[in-house]
């Protein structure tokens, strides 16, 4: 595709429940990432995925959070039993490699808000 | 640890003027990059310029540059001859180079609410 892309755009959930958050970033790109905005804040890093590697999980605010990245490609990050402080819009971004050397290209973000 | 201030919550110019966001950042390495995104009420996160530390000279684009003042660890943003769509919000960013098993994710400011009036 032209862009990283992501779905759903908006999810409204209750607390309790399970979330799924998916990322499709753009062909080609090795690098993923998952990032959490809350309401007029910066982004807070979440996980980075780079090719086969095991990703870097050290921004996992709980264990509630997980992501998997299935053939290098397609990322889900899942959230079970949602909490009202998981409300924000999770931003997934991909890059062709090593970042930092390589630009970050965001999805326009998913807008998860619990009840 | 690696720290980034934006310290203007908030910033409204007319159209066509100069505007300057600013950022600072606290860092104990030599060798970094730093970024400014814009984002859109859209949401989406756009780059719109980078500038590594070793570098000395400013980087620019079109109607964007920065003012990389490297020992005072300052990067602000001129945004020149301003248009309706540079109303956004803008955020500052840092990262480490990439070494072996290092943590090479952003390092987020807060942003800055920037407004341009017709």
């Known amino acids: 595709g032209a862009g990283v892309s992501q779905s759903p755009s908006n999810k409204v959930t209750e607390k309790g429940k399970d979330v799924e958050l998916r990322c499709d970033p753009i062909s080609g790109h090795t690098a993923l990432y998952w990032y959490r905005q809350s309401l007029g804040q910066g982004l807070e890093f979440l996980i980075y995925f780079q090719g086969n590697s095991a990703p870097d999980k050290s921004g996992l605010p709980s264990d509630r959070f997980s992501a998997e990245r299935t053939g290098g490609s397609v990322s889900t990050l899942t959230i079970q039993r949602t909490q009202q402080e998981d409300s924000a819009v999770y931003l997934c971004?991909?890059?062709?490699?090593?970042?930092?050397?390589?630009?970050?290209?965001f999805g326009p973000g998913t807008r998860l808000t619990v009840l | 640890a690696q720290t980034v201030t934006q310290s203007q919550p908030e910033m409204s110019v007319q159209e066509a003027e100069t505007v300057t966001l600013s950022c600072t950042y606290d860092?104990?390495?030599?060798?970094?990059?730093l970024f400014w995104y814009k984002q859109p009420p859209s949401r989406q996160m756009i780059l719109v310029i980078r500038?590594?530390?070793?570098k000395q000279q400013n980087a620019t684009e079109n109607r964007f540059s920065v003012n990389f003042q490297k020992a005072a660890k300052s990067f602000s943003l001129k945004i020149s001859d301003s248009q309706l769509g540079d109303t956004a919000m803008y955020f500052c960013?840092?990262?480490?180079?990439?070494?072996?098993?290092?943590?090479?994710?952003?390092?987020w400011g807060a942003g800055t609410k920037l407004i341009i009036k017709p």
């Open positions: 860092t104990s390495e030599s060798n970094y990059y």
């Open positions: 500038q590594e530390a070793y």
């Open positions: 971004a991909s890059s062709l490699g090593l970042a930092g050397r390589d630009t970050q290209y």
């Open positions: 960013a840092f990262m480490e180079p990439y070494v072996m098993d290092s943590n090479y994710q952003l390092i």
